[in-house]
């Protein structure tokens, strides 16, 4: 099973400040399988970014999100009021999900 | 626009069976994977089991498999997951999710349905 060890744990930022949020992989993770989530208290997750950079529909652009192999990025580049949340990677392989343990990113 | 509507949590007692079920619209059910991922309170998302299009494949994670079974009626576009032999740590918030295409992510969710496993 492949592990998913995202960093920081939490992050206490302001908004209109650059997030950029860790996501390592304990073994190598095809780029088309890695996925960026965001959740809200009380709310399902909401898929952000698929396939490591791709943003899925609705998502705004100040979300991107990079990498390859076992080391991928999430960044916001611009913090607005509603992007504070829990933000999860998830990968895919050999008919397996996992999922990373969230990173949250709170109001300073 | 898609919609799931998870149903069925409720208390149960360990060792207890409970069976969920979720409700699909707004897309063609019998062409996607469809999912079960759950949340304890206050915990992170923990992938459950995978179900094909044509229930032709069916996946489990370890914590689950030879307890839960995942299966779907494509003509009634249901999605469900029957639980037995239930455990204090399988109390979660049981969402149900679309698989996206190719790219294996969950690109549309339920509201979620909490089971929780207590005496």
């Known amino acids: 099973e492949i592990v998913l060890t995202q960093s920081p744990d939490t992050l206490s930022l302001s908004p209109g400040e650059r997030v950029t949020l860790s996501c390592r992989a304990s073994?190598?993770?095809?780029?088309?399988?890695l996925a960026w989530y965001q959740q809200k208290p009380g709310q399902p997750p909401r898929l952000l970014i698929y396939?490591?950079?791709s943003r899925a529909t609705g998502i705004p652009d100040r979300f991107s999100g990079s990498g390859s192999g076992t080391d991928f990025t999430l960044t916001i580049s611009r913090l607005e009021p509603e992007d504070f949340a829990v933000y999860y990677c998830?990968?895919?392989?050999?008919?397996?999900?996992?999922f990373g343990q969230g990173t949250k990113v709170e109001i300073k | 626009d898609v919609q799931l509507l998870e149903s069925g949590g409720d208390l149960v007692q360990p060792g207890g069976s409970l069976r969920l079920s979720c409700s699909a619209s707004?897309?063609?059910?019998?062409?996607?994977?469809m999912n079960w991922v759950r949340q304890a309170p206050g915990k992170g998302l923990e992938w459950v089991s995978s179900?094909?299009?044509?229930?032709?494949?069916?996946y489990y994670a370890d914590s689950v498999k030879g307890r839960f079974t995942s299966s779907r009626d494509n003509s009634k576009n249901t999605l469900y997951l029957q639980m037995n032999s239930l455990r204090a740590e399988d109390t979660a918030v049981y969402y149900c999710?679309?698989?996206?295409?190719?790219?294996?992510?969950?690109?549309?969710w339920g509201q979620g349905t909490l089971v929780t496993v207590s005496s």
């Open positions: 396939a490591a950079s």
């Open positions: 999710a679309k698989i996206g295409g190719s790219y294996r992510s969950f690109d549309s």
């Open positions: 073994q190598y993770v095809t780029s088309t399988y």
């Open positions: 179900i094909g299009g044509s229930s032709d494949n069916i």
């Open positions: 998830q990968q895919y392989r050999n008919s397996l999900w996992t």
């Open positions: 707004g897309f063609i059910f019998s062409n996607y994977f």
